[in-house]
């Protein structure tokens, strides 16, 4: 009669390690996203900073361009720095969020990565337990 208590525990802990693994699995898509949109930022960043170094070799009366569309307008130097600047900026801001983001992640993933293991732990138990009964 003690058999149906191990076959229910045994089932209960194959159906919680479903859910950790599937939850784990959602962690890693979320976290293949974030580094796919901090490439995209730091690939933005690198070009900004060129550009900023671009327009430093420029001379005070040189002429700026800015395409808008299909139209090239002229753009004032110090505008057009200030605008750079403030772009890498932002740029720089949405780094270090998304480094935090991804640094809970990571602990998240961690956290059910090792809840998948201590389940699975506890099932090869419960059945080598059951299969010396």
């Known amino acids: 009669m003690e058999v149906y208590p191990e076959m229910f525990a045994v089932a209960c802990n194959k159906e919680g390690w479903v859910n950790e693994f599937w939850d784990h699995n959602a962690q890693r898509g979320e976290i293949s996203k974030n580094h796919q ?17 671009e327009l430093d070799l420029l001379k005070e009366d040189a002429n700026v361009y800015k395409l808008i569309g299909p139209v090239l307008v002229k753009q004032d130097l110090a505008e057009a720095n200030a605008n750079v600047r403030k772009r890498i900026e932002y740029i720089s801001a949405e780094l270090k969020r998304l480094d935090g983001s991804l640094q809970d ?10 809840a998948v ?16 009964s």
């Open 37 to 53: 949109v901090r490439k995209q930022y730091t690939i933005q960043l690198g070009e900004n900073e060129l550009v900023l170094k």
């Open 105 to 114: 992640l990571e602990d998240q993933q961690n956290s059910k990565k090792s």
């Open 117 to 132: 293991m201590k389940i699975q732990q506890k099932i090869q138990t419960l059945q080598a337990g059951k299969a010396k």
